[in-house]
C-alpha cells in the first residue's frame, strides 16, 4: 500500500543521502591532502572550502524543513540563528588571535582596541575556551528560538504572522549587530582568524577536517530529524501543520510542540553558522539580512519540503547554480533567475525535486506491481481478462 | 467558579444563562441546557441557531460573553482552553469531517488515543499491545479495518466521517459532541451511523447536532430544538416536531 512505499522509499532515499554525504566527507578531504595537487582526481583547496559552505548550507536547510516542512511553521528569520551560532564561534576564534593581532594586545580584539575599549564586556568572557563557545552556538539561539516561540505560540501567532515577525528579529539583529558599541566588531564583524583548537584555520589540513566535520554533522542532523520526524511526535508535527485546531481538540498542547521543534531547529542552524565561520573566514550582520533567510526557504522548496533529504539537495543544488551564475556575465541578474526559480518551482513543482521523484518512484511501482499481478493471474491459468485493481 | 467541594448539579453538562455575541449578533442568547450522565440528546435548529457556536463554547473554542458552563458538576469550562478541556473528556466531530488527510487511518486513530500527549511522551513513544488492540476494536467498529494503511484523504466522504467518530472512540471522552454526524452520507450509511451512535451511548455522554429529521427519529432520544440562539422547544421528535413555534421557524413555512 502507498504509505508503505512511502516510508520504504524515505528509507531508501536516506540510505542513499547517507551514504553520499559520508563518502563525501571521507573521499574529499582525502583527494585534497593525498593527491598531489593539479593531478586529474585531487579536488583543490578553494573547492574543499566551498563545498564546505554548502554543506553547511544544507544543516541549515534541514533545520528549516523540520519546521516548515513538517509543523507548518515558515520561519523568514533562520538565518539569525545560523548567524547566532557563526558568532558565538567568531569571539572563539577572535580571542584565538591574542598577540597576533595588529594591536597585538593579549586580551582585547582588534576592533575593541580601535574603539578604546578599557576592557573586555562581560558577553566576551569564557569564549576564549573552546568548549565554553561550542556550548553558545547551541545555547544562545536555542535561548532565542526559546523566548521568541513562547511568546509566538503561546499567543497562537501562526502562518504569515508568524513569518513576518520572524523577518522582523532577524532584521532587528542586524540592526544591533551593525552598531559598533554593541561590542561585536559593527560592520566589519569578526574577521582575521588565525586558529582553531591550535590548527591554523588558513592550512589544508585544517580545511579537510573542517569539511569532513560539517559533514558529520549534516549526518547527525539529518539522524536527529528523521529521529524526530518518525516519532509519534513526528506524527503530531503533520498533524498541527494539517489541521492545527482538531489537533488541539484531541487534546495536544500545540503551542508546546512548535516550541520544541523550533528550539531544535535553532540550534541546528546555529551549528551551521559555527562550522561556517572557520571556513569563509569572516563573520559579519550581513548574515541577519532577511534575504538570506528567504533564500535559505528557497533552498528547501526547491529540493522538497518535508522530504529532509530534498532540503539537503536544494541547498547544494541551488548554491551551485548561485556560485555558477554569479561568477559569469549573467552575475547582475542571479536574484532575478532565483526569484523567477521559486515561482516557477511553486508553479511546476510543488513537491520540490524529491518529493516530486518520490510521488513518481511510488506510481509507477504501483505499476509495475499491478502489471505482475496480472501476468502471474495470467499464468495461473485465469481465462477471464481482469482489471489490475 | 471554582473547583467546589460539592458538585453544583448532578448533571454531565450544564449551561445556564449563556449569552454569546459577535459584533452586536447575538449569537446565543440566555441558552439553558443539561445533559444528564450516560444521556444522548439530538440538538435540531434551522441554520444560524447557534448550533455550532454552542459546541465551540462546550470545547472552549468560544468564550460565552456571560453565563454559567459546567462539566461534570465542578469543571467551569469557560476557563479553559480546547487542549484541556479535550483532556479532562470532552471530544468533538467538526461539522465538516476534519480528520489528518496526509496521514493513514491508522495513525489518525493513534493519534486520537487518550495516552500521554505531552512533547517527551510522543516522543519516545513506543506502542504497546493493548494500544494496537485499541485500535484494531476501533477499526472494527468504524468498519474501517480493510482501510488501515490507507491515507485518510483518500477514504470516502463518509468513511471519513466515520473516522472522525473513531477517533472520537480513541479518545474515549466522557462527553461526545457530535455535528452533523449524517452530512452527505447515504441512507444506508445513515443507518449504521444511527446504529453506531447508539452503540456509543451505551457506554458515553452524548450531544448530536443533526438537520436529518429520519436520522433523529431513528435515534429516538430527547430532542432540542435551538432558534436564534436558545432553546425553542425540547422533548420528544414527536412533540417537537408538532410545536407550533418549531414548525413556525424550522419545519414549516
Given at each position: 500500500m502507498t504509505p508503505h512505499m512511502l516510508t520504504r522509499s524515505l528509507d531508501r532515499s536516506a540510505a542513499i543521502f547517507l551514504a553520499v554525504v559520508a563518502g563525501c566527507g571521507i573521499l574529499i578531504p582525502l583527494s585534497n591532502l593525498l593527491l598531489p595537487a593539479g593531478s586529474f582526481l585531487q579536488v583543490p583547496t578553494y573547492l574543499v572550502a566551498l563545498w564546505g559552505k554548502y554543506v553547511c548550507y544544507a544543516i541549515l536547510a534541514l533545520s528549516i524543513?523540520?519546521?516548515?516542512?513538517?509543523?507548518?511553521?515558515?520561519?523568514?528569520?533562520h538565518g539569525a540563528f545560523f548567524a547566532l551560532g557563526g558568532y558565538a564561534m567568531g569571539m572563539y576564534l577572535m580571542r584565538q588571535i591574542g598577540t597576533r593581532g595588529v594591536y597585538g594586545n593579549p586580551i582585547l580584539p582588534d576592533f575593541m582596541v580601535f574603539l578604546n575599549w578599557e576592557k573586555l564586556p562581560w558577553y566576551w568572557y569564557g569564549f576564549d575556551m573552546f568548549w565554553f563557545a561550542a556550548l553558545m552556538v547551541l545555547v544562545v539561539p536555542g535561548l532565542l528560538a526559546f523566548c521568541f516561540g513562547w511568546l509566538a505560540f503561546r499567543s497562537r501567532v501562526t502562518g504569515v504572522y508568524l513569518s513576518i515577525i520572524t523577518q522582523a528579529m532577524t532584521y532587528a539583529l542586524l540592526l544591533a549587530f551593525f552598531r559598533n558599541d554593541f561590542g561585536f566588531g559593527g560592520n566589519n564583524g569578526l574577521t582575521d582568524f588565525k586558529d582553531i583548537l591550535g590548527f591554523n584555520v588558513q592550512a589544508e589540513?585544517?580545511?579537510?577536517?573542517?569539511?569532513?566535520?560539517?559533514?558529520?554533522?549534516?549526518?547527525?542532523?539529518?539522524?536527529?530529524?528523521?529521529?524526530?520526524?518518525?516519532?509519534?511526535?513526528?506524527?503530531?508535527?503533520?498533524?498541527?501543520?494539517?489541521?492545527?485546531?482538531?489537533?488541539?481538540?484531541?487534546?495536544?498542547?500545540v503551542e508546546s510542540y512548535k516550541l520544541f521543534v523550533f528550539t531544535v531547529s535553532a540550534c541546528m542552524a546555529g551549528v551551521a553558522g559555527a562550522l561556517y565561520v572557520p571556513q569563509v573566514g569572516i563573520i559579519n550582520p550581513s548574515e541577519f539580512a532577511p534575504g538570506n533567510s528567504i533564500e535559505a526557504v528557497i533552498w528547501v522548496a526547491v529540493g522538497g519540503r518535508g522530504t529532509l533529504v530534498g532540503a539537503a539537495l536544494g541547498a547544494v543544488v541551488v548554491n551551485y547554480a548561485k556560485t555558477f551564475f554569479t561568477s559569469g556575465v549573467l552575475a547582475p541578474y542571479w536574484l532575478f533567475m532565483l526569484g523567477a526559480l521559486f515561482i516557477l518551482v511553486t508553479l511546476l513543482l510543488p513537491k520540490g525535486i524529491v518529493g516530486t521523484f518520490?510521488?513518481?518512484?511510488?506510481?509507477?511501482?504501483?505499476?509495475?506491481?499491478?502489471?505482475t499481478s496480472v501476468s502471474a493471474a495470467a499464468e495461473d491459468g485465469v481465462t477471464e481478462p481482469k482489471m489490475a485493481e | 467558579m471554582n473547583v467546589m467541594d460539592t458538585r453544583a448539579t448532578s448533571a454531565m453538562l450544564y449551561l445556564d444563562g449563556v449569552h454569546v455575541s459577535f459584533d452586536g449578533f447575538h449569537a446565543i442568547n440566555n441558552l439553558s441546557l443539561t445533559l444528564e450522565p450516560g444521556e444522548m440528546r439530538a440538538i435540531i435548529g434551522p441554520n444560524g441557531a447557534g448550533k455550532t457556536t454552542m459546541m465551540d463554547i462546550i470545547t472552549g473554542k468560544t468564550k460565552p460573553d456571560e453565563g454559567t458552563v459546567l462539566f461534570d458538576g465542578v469543571t467551569d469550562l469557560t476557563r479553559l482552553d480546547e487542549t484541556?478541556?479535550?483532556?479532562?473528556?470532552?471530544?468533538?466531530?467538526?461539522?465538516?469531517?476534519?480528520?489528518?488527510?496526509?496521514?493513514?487511518?491508522?495513525?489518525?486513530?493513534?493519534?486520537?488515543?487518550?495516552?500521554?500527549?505531552?512533547?517527551?511522551?510522543?516522543?519516545?513513544?513506543?506502542?504497546?499491545?493493548?494500544?494496537?488492540?485499541?485500535i484494531d476494536k476501533v477499526l472494527e467498529t468504524i468498519r474501517l479495518t480493510e482501510a488501515r494503511n490507507r491515507l485518510a484523504g483518500s477514504l470516502s466522504h463518509g468513511q471519513k466521517q466515520w473516522l472522525e467518530i473513531g477517533m472520537l472512540l480513541a479518545q474515549d471522552p466522557k462527553l461526545l459532541l457530535v455535528d452533523e454526524p449524517v452530512a452527505g452520507m447515504t441512507d444506508v450509511e445513515t443507518h449504521l451511523t444511527a446504529e453506531l451512535l447508539k452503540e456509543i451511548n451505551k457506554t458515553h455522554t452524548v450531544m448530536v447536532v443533526e438537520h436529518d429529521m429520519t436520522f433523529v427519529r431513528e435515534l429516538g432520544v430527547k430532542v432540542t430544538c435551538l432558534h436564534e440562539g436558545t432553546v425553542l422547544a425540547e422533548g420528544t421528535i414527536d412533540q417537537v416536531s408538532s410545536n407550533e413555534r418549531v414548525i413556525e421557524v424550522y419545519l414549516g413555512r
Open positions: 524543513d523540520l519546521i516548515w516542512g513538517y509543523c507548518g511553521i515558515l520561519s523568514l528569520g589540513g585544517t580545511r579537510a577536517a573542517l569539511f569532513a566535520l560539517s559533514c558529520l554533522a549534516l549526518i547527525i542532523g539529518f539522524l536527529i530529524c528523521r529521529a524526530i520526524v518518525s516519532s509519534k511526535l513526528g506524527k503530531v508535527l503533520i498533524a498541527v501543520r494539517d489541521a492545527e485546531s482538531r489537533t488541539r481538540f484531541l487534546g495536544y498542547r518520490n510521488a513518481w518512484w511510488d506510481q509507477s511501482k504501483e505499476k509495475r506491481t499491478s502489471a | 484541556r478541556i479535550a483532556e479532562l473528556g470532552i471530544g468533538r466531530k467538526f461539522q465538516k469531517p476534519t480528520v489528518f488527510e496526509s496521514q493513514t487511518v491508522q495513525d489518525n486513530l493513534l493519534l486520537a488515543l487518550n495516552v500521554d500527549h505531552s512533547v517527551r511522551g510522543t516522543l519516545f513513544w513506543r506502542g504497546s499491545k493493548a494500544e494496537s488492540e485499541r
